[in-house]
């Protein structure tokens, strides 16, 4: 159940015209009264204009009564109470409870005070009320709403488990404005699958993904054909932004321009230009930087999906370890490499992909304020990602893509652990369905190289020798590996590695150290992936073995101190 305060308002008759009338778009059935701060309130319905302003009359006598000095010009209070889609119809009874409870919680009319503010109730659909109140007390004094909506929050949580209702996590202020009915109804009759606000936040977020400048952001957002206007000083500073759909249009045909603080509060242009902090001296813990002399530029999907799925695994021990600014910043550069791995994917997986970046967002933001320069390992293999072009869906390009969602799934469920720690509780759920959508798109990438290394693996000789090597390195888990379903395509990848030249000993424990588990559906298919990094062999087991050439890519490196713990 989700209630939300609207702003206040300064004409009475015009709220409850709207919400007795038809709505913008005809959504409005059946209105009429469900409760009142009196029970002899007369329903206007559907009636006469003189029938709504009777009610207007009612409600606002207390702000008559003062003199006209005194009278607040914008007194007309607004909530509105819904429930989930999955919610049972509730009667209108159970509707008047809701919205007593309501006014009490939020001190507009709390139980048991005869002099409280008056309110009504209008319900005209069958899953939300809409509760109009006037800001002046029947004594003349103002009521008292001091955390008004973090109370309505409270109370919602109250009613959900007494009505067996959808139970929601309690939000800190820090998600996304959520779409108005307006904007639903209107995505609804243009048979838009999101509304043109949620369609920007991640168009925005696309743009900003690994972003280094303000030209490079803006540039990605024109490319995508997105309407941008720029607010400039009579300085010449840019002040901020704002963005636009070409085909979302007001009643004026004029476009609909959003600014980036009302998509969501790490979009705004002082935030953004956070992420470009310059970076940090490099810690222990971190990637050596891909724009180190050493190292080679990208130069195509399957190689830039290596150095992302480095800079992931790393990640992880920082949010396993690091202090709490750090570890902000590395769930924020997480959320802009999935924004840019699903912009940059395959048809096949990029339904998922993109789902799960769309859930990760709400997670990548706290009150814990992300300390900038230590993300740059992430933001560098987002900036890669997106540089590096659309990937195919078979090949290297496929396979590495599978490398990285696995490592992005121990990420972001390393997130969801840490958010559930600080008890952030809309974060934490929302890390949880980012790694649905990653496991689903997991099992997609995955089908086609895990077959083929199934196969190679199938041989029983291999397996026995294999085996042998397994109990030794790994004991404690060993037998739960060997009775998985993917242990003939593990079996192959050891055998892969010796083949290369590496001890599989040595690499089983690197892949093993540090890293938990327990969150795997398939320990050998994430051993698998983990070696095949580790050991610099193609992702795609369809490949030859890697005796290097001059045409084959190196693996991307990592500090010296760091090798040791991978």
């Not at 901020?240 to 004026?252: E, M, Q, S, W």
Request: overall charge positive; glycine content about 6%; some cysteine.
């Amino acid at each position: 159940m989700i209630p939300r305060i609207h702003k206040m308002g300064t004409r009475t008759i015009g709220l409850i015209r709207y919400l007795y009338g038809p709505g913008t778009h005809e959504e409005h059935t059946d209105p009429h009264l469900v409760a009142a701060w009196d029970s002899l309130v007369p329903d206007p319905g559907r009636n006469t204009k003189a029938a709504y302003a009777d009610l207007q009359r009612l409600l606002d006598q207390p702000v008559e009564a003062l003199p006209k000095s005194r009278r607040p010009t914008e007194h007309v209070w607004h909530l509105s109470v819904r429930a989930a889609p999955e919610d049972p119809i509730l009667t209108d009874e159970q509707w008047g409870d809701i919205a007593r409870r309501m006014v009490a919680a939020t001190g507009m009319a709390p139980e048991g005070d005869t002099a409280a503010c008056r309110w009504a109730a209008v319900r005209h659909a069958d899953d939300h009320i809409h509760i109009i109140a006037t800001t002046v007390r029947e004594d003349g004094r103002r009521p008292r709403r001091h955390n008004e909506a973090k109370r309505s929050q409270a109370e919602a949580r109250l009613i959900e488990a007494q009505y067996g209702l959808r139970r929601l996590d309690t939000g800190d202020g820090t998600s996304a404005q959520r779409p108005t009915s307006a904007e639903r109804h209107k995505a609804d009759r243009h048979q838009r699958e999101r509304t043109p606000r949620e369609e920007l936040r991640e168009s925005v977020r696309r743009a900003a993904a690994g972003a280094r400048s303000e030209e490079e952001f803006f540039g990605r957002l024109t490319h995508a054909g997105v309407l941008v206007k720029q607010r400039v000083a009579p300085s010449g500073d840019l002040l901020g932004y704002t963005v636009a759909l070409p085909d979302d249009r007001n009643k004026h045909g004029e476009p609909v321009f959003y600014s980036g603080s009302k998509l969501a509060p790490d979009l705004s242009l002082p935030r953004i230009r956070e992420r470009w902090t310059p970076p940090a001296e490099p810690s222990s813990d971190e990637v050596v930087s891909p724009e180190q002399p050493d190292l080679p530029p990208v130069t195509g999907p399957a190689y830039a999906r290596r150095r992302a799925t480095a800079a992931t695994w790393q990640s992880l021990l920082l949010i396993e370890h690091g202090e709490d600014g750090t570890v902000a910043a590395q769930i924020a550069a997480a959320g802009e490499v999935l924004d840019a791995l699903a912009n940059t994917s395959a048809a096949h997986t990029r339904r998922e992909l993109r789902d799960a970046a769309f859930a990760f967002e709400r997670a990548s933001r706290s009150h814990v304020r992300a300390v900038r320069g230590h993300d740059r390992a992430l933001r560098q293999a987002a900036h890669d990602l997106t540089h590096s072009g659309p990937a195919l869906g078979s090949g290297e390009d496929g396979a590495t893509t599978a490398m990285l969602i696995d490592t992005a799934f121990f990420l972001v469920t390393t997130a969801a652990n840490w958010h559930a720690k600080k008890h952030h509780a809309q974060q934490a759920e929302a890390a949880r369905q980012a790694a649905e959508h990653l496991g689903a798109a997991y099992e997609i990438a995955a089908a086609h190289p895990m077959s083929v290394l199934h196969q190679r693996g199938r041989s029983l000789s291999l397996q026995r020798r294999q085996a042998a090597v397994l109990r030794q390195a790994l004991p404690e888990i060993a037998e739960q590996v060997l009775a998985e379903p993917g242990w003939p395509a593990l079996a192959a990848t050891l055998a892969d590695t010796r083949a290369a030249g590496h001890n599989p000993d040595r690499l089983l424990a690197e892949a093993t150290r540090h890293r938990e588990l327990d969150s795997a559906t398939s320990v050998s298919d994430v051993l698998v992936w983990r070696l095949r990094r580790l050991a610099h062999l193609p992702a795609d087991p369809a490949a030859s073995l890697p005796r290097r050439t001059a045409t084959t890519q190196p693996a991307p490196k990592v500090a010296n101190n760091t090798s040791r713990r991978r």
